[in-house]
């Protein structure tokens, strides 16, 4: 009988545990959200912990290796760092809306999934259900161009047909 009480008390008393984590939460939360002025608030709700507390004991790691990443991106071009990720509203206006390469080698179109490796070093992907089937080209002139909601699409020079893409590398 004790046998198969244990298993049932461990299960109940993970589930109390992790209960109390998510009240600790709330109660966090619930105190933030009493706070009138709105950078107060922000910081409340930004001193949340976040996960479980190897999460945050992995966090300030995690922190340092990502400041010690930041500054070889910062001194990057903004033609290097186009389509690497979420451009911020502040610096939209210094962010290129386009960039103009070419495809390296023999291009005859594409499909899903299919890859491309740019002049510049730049890796990109075809993320929609797209193809195209054009004629063999030699280092294909290409122009990936960002819309206003920051989807990527690769423009083929010579051709209507354009596909949704994601940058690599």
């Given at each position: 009988?004790?046998?198969?009480?244990?298993?049932?008390?461990?299960?109940?008393?993970?589930?109390?545990?992790?209960?109390?984590?998510?009240?600790?939460?709330?109660?966090?939360?619930?105190?933030?959200?009493?706070?009138?002025?709105?950078?107060?608030?922000?910081?409340c709700y930004d001193a949340i912990p976040v996960g479980s507390a190897a999460a945050s004991a992995n966090a300030p790691a995690a922190s340092a290796a990502a400041a010690g990443a930041a500054p070889a991106t910062a001194a990057a071009?903004?033609?290097?760092?186009?389509?690497?990720?979420?451009?911020?509203p502040v610096a939209k206006a210094n962010e290129p809306t386009s960039i103009e390469s070419t495809i390296e080698g023999n291009f005859n179109g594409?499909?899903?999934?299919?890859?491309?490796?740019?002049?510049?070093?730049?890796?990109w992907r075809v993320i929609d259900g797209s193809s195209a089937e054009l004629g063999p080209v030699k280092n294909q002139q290409v122009r990936i161009v960002r819309n206003i909601f920051g989807t990527m699409f690769?423009?083929?020079?010579?051709?209507?047909?354009?596909?949704?893409v994601r940058r690599l590398q």
């Open positions: 009988m004790h046998a198969k009480t244990l298993p049932l008390f461990l299960l109940f008393a993970t589930a109390a545990a992790l209960a109390d984590d998510a009240l600790a939460d709330d109660a966090a939360i619930l105190q933030c959200r009493a706070l009138p002025a709105t950078a107060a608030r922000l910081a071009t903004p033609e290097q760092r186009f389509g690497l990720g979420q451009v911020k594409w499909g899903p999934n299919t890859r491309f490796k740019l002049a510049n070093g730049q890796v690769l423009e083929v020079a010579g051709s209507n047909n354009s596909a949704k």
